[in-house]
Nanobody, 122 residues
Framework: QVRLVESGGGLVQPGGSLRLSCAAS????????MAWYRQAPGHQRELVAT???????NYADFVKGRFTISRDNAKKMVYLQMNSLIPEDTAVYYC????????????????WGQGTQVTVSS
């Protein structure tokens, strides 16, 4: 079974930084697009940033210039460096990956992590 496990969340003061990590494990041939989403209390889950297997990135307007997504394909990991954090960034952050398996047949499917809490507060 394929799993995505996030780490690195926590409590940080406004203006501070955090680095989230997400590790994929299981029977994986390759991983396509990976992404970070977030969901604040009372709000829908929203896209934060995406990164393709080739390294192309896209960001939501509300994090441009503050957050950086990156990945290590060999380690099957994706990261989110978050700088200049503000209280509005408080949310559960979820890792997403488009997983490719080839055994027994080629199959692609979406996998989500369980989330990691980020709280920005003084």
């Amino acid at each position: 079974q394929v799993r995505l496990v996030e780490s690195g969340g926590g409590l940080v003061q406004p203006g501070g930084s955090l680095r989230l990590s997400c590790a994929a494990s299981g029977s994986i041939f390759s991983i396509g697009t990976m992404a970070w989403y977030r969901q604040a209390p009372g709000h829908q889950r929203e896209l934060v940033a995406t990164i393709t297997s080739g390294g192309s990135t896209n960001y939501a307007d509300f994090v441009k210039g503050r957050f950086t997504i990156s990945r290590d394909n060999a380690k099957k990991m994706v990261y989110l460096q978050m700088n200049s954090l503000i209280p509005e960034d408080t949310a559960v952050y979820y890792c997403y990956g488009r997983i490719v398996r080839i055994i027994p047949t080629r199959t692609e499917y979406d996998v989500w992590g369980q989330g990691t809490q980020v709280t920005v507060s003084s």
